[in-house]
């Protein structure tokens, strides 16, 4: 089973500011790792796939990059409504599709 | 706008059975692979289970393999999951997630908003 660590698990960021949160794989999950967005009482948001694809109706401020082992999402300034936990997902290996642990980014 | 509506969640019995259900609509149900994938409170995301678009190809995370069945009835638009020998930490909330290609081994880019099952005596 593919593990996914996280970091930080907290980002404490302003609004407008840039967040730059990372995933990484515990073996190479080539292109197959995507990012999700859930806000408190709310099921998950699919953001990116592909590690670079923005998915229907995400704004340009998401981008993805990364391959192999290594993943970033980048939030380039926060709106207020951006405030959640990120989760990334992978799904090279499966099963099982296997998700990070989350990144919660507050104020 | 495309919707899942998961039902059947409640409190049950360690041990004991319970079915989910998932309907969908406005989409071409047939077409994608579906998932379960559940949250217990506080906690992350844990994939449950997959199945592709024609029921030929499904998979089990370790902690349901033997108790969990997933399976889809395409003409009914609906997805299913059989839970037996339910145990405390089975607990969660479980989420109806459509895959964005016909074979489970891709992003989900749709969710339900989730039955809540709570197992305790």
């Known amino acids: 089973e593919i593990i996914l660590t996280q970091s930080p698990a907290t980002l404490s960021v302003s609004p407008g500011e840039r967040a730059t949160l990372s995933c990484r794989a515990s073996?190479?999950?080539?292109?197959?790792l995507a990012w999700y967005q859930q806000k408190p009482g709310q099921a998950p948001r699919l953001l990116i796939y592909?590690?670079?694809a923005r998915a229907t109706g995400i704004p340009a401020r998401f981008s993805g990059s990364g391959a192999g082992t290594e993943f970033t999402l980048t939030i380039s300034s926060l709106q207020s409504e951006d405030f959640a936990v990120y989760y990334c997902?992978?799904?090279?290996?499966?099963?099982?599709?296997?998700f990070g642990p989350g990144t919660k980014v507050d104020i | 706008e495309v919707q899942l509506v998961e039902s059947g969640g409640g409190l049950v019995q360690p041990g004991r059975s319970l079915r989910l259900s998932c309907e969908v609509s406005r989409f071409r149900f047939e077409d994608f692979a579906m998932h379960w994938v559940r949250q217990a409170p506080g906690k992350g995301l844990e994939w449950v289970a997959g199945?592709?678009?024609?029921?030929?190809?499904?998979g089990y995370a370790d902690s349901v393999k033997g108790r969990f069945t997933i399976s889809r009835h395409n003409a009914k638009d609906s997805l299913f999951l059989e839970m037996s020998s339910l145990r405390a930490d089975d607990t969660a909330l479980y989420y109806c997630?459509?895959?964005?290609?016909?074979?489970?081994?891709?992003?989900?880019?749709?969710w339900g908003q989730g039955t809540m099952v709570i197992v305790s005596s």
């Open positions: 997630a459509k895959g964005r290609g016909a074979y489970p081994s891709d992003s989900f880019d749709m």
């Open positions: 997902q992978q799904y090279y290996d499966w099963p099982p599709v296997t």
């Open positions: 592909g590690a670079s």
């Open positions: 073996q190479s999950v080539s292109r197959n």
């Open positions: 199945i592709s678009w024609n029921s030929g190809s499904s």
